[in-house]
T-cell receptor
Framework: QKEVEQDPGPLSVPEGAIVSLNCTYS??????FMWYRQYSRKGPELLMY????GNKEDGRFTAQVDKSSKYISLFIRDSQPSDSATYLC?????????????FGGGTRVLVKP | GAVVSQHPSWVICKSGTSVKIECRSL??????MFWYRQFPKQSLMLMAT?????????EQGVEKDKFLINHASLTLSTLTVTSAHPEDSSFYIC??????????????FGPGTRLLVL
């Protein structure tokens, strides 16, 4: 079993819809949670960073963390074709050597005009 | 936001030659940088952690003599693929940890370097 599980998709939605992404994890020592967006042939771009359980909002993006269920989510409101990309969740332990990240496998998202 | 650059963005080389990839943090100092490898439609695989002024820490299964890492300054880390072979063809991505951002620090990624070994 992988430490971080993420549905690979692809997830296809019409423009303007809400995109819902999630990851589950097994390591209770994970305390920092991140979402990255990666366009084809590009490096990942940090979207959201959360530490505590609860919700965090930034523009059209909302990140949720439920540590009791070991479950994190990312919601994208009013999705645009430019949001079509692969979304990677990542997490790390507080005392992880060098702050190593453990990634999910990524979910491909396609927003259709 | 923090910016990380990589050079070159792509490189084609002959089998048996060595290739050097540079990773720079442009607007912050990074005591720690990371090197990843990514195959098509797969997630990132951590190869090694690069610490400024000390030896890199390699992940299990990564040949340290094949993938030489040097972190000579707080803004530059290099990855040298020695005696490259076609199976080394991949997308190599670096990241740098910015302790100035978010109390625990987070990683910002470079744009990646695509290596094709003929």
């Amino acid at each position: 079993q992988k430490e971080v599980e993420q549905d690979p998709g692809p997830l296809s939605v019409p423009e303007g819809a809400i995109v819902s992404l999630n990851c589950t994890y097994s390591n209770s020592a994970f305390q920092y949670f991140m979402w990255y967006r990666q366009y084809s042939r590009k490096g990942p771009e940090l979207l959201m960073y959360t530490y505590s359980s609860g919700n965090k909002e930034d523009g059209r993006f909302t990140a949720q963390v439920d540590k009791s269920s070991k479950y994190i989510s990312l919601f994208i409101r009013d999705s645009q074709p430019s949001d079509s990309a692969t979304y990677l969740c990542a997490m790390s332990e507080i005392k992880a050597a060098g702050n190593k990240l453990t990634f999910g496998g990524g979910t491909r998202v396609l927003v259709k005009p | 936001g923090a910016v990380v650059s990589q050079h070159p963005s792509w490189v084609i080389c002959k089998s048996g030659t060595s290739v050097k990839i540079e990773c720079r943090s442009l607007d912050f100092q990074a005591t720690t940088m990371f090197w990843y490898r990514q195959f098509p439609k797969q997630s990132l695989m951590l190869m090694a952690t690069s610490n400024e002024g000390s030896k890199a820490t390699y992940e299990q299964g990564v040949e340290k003599d094949k993938f030489l890492i040097n972190h000579a300054s707080l803004t530059l880390s290099t990855l040298t693929v020695t005696s490259a072979h076609p199976e080394d063809s991949s997308f190599y991505i670096c990241s740098a940890r910015d302790w100035g951002a978010h109390g625990g620090g987070t990683q910002y990624f470079g744009p990646g370097t695509r290596l094709l070994v003929l």
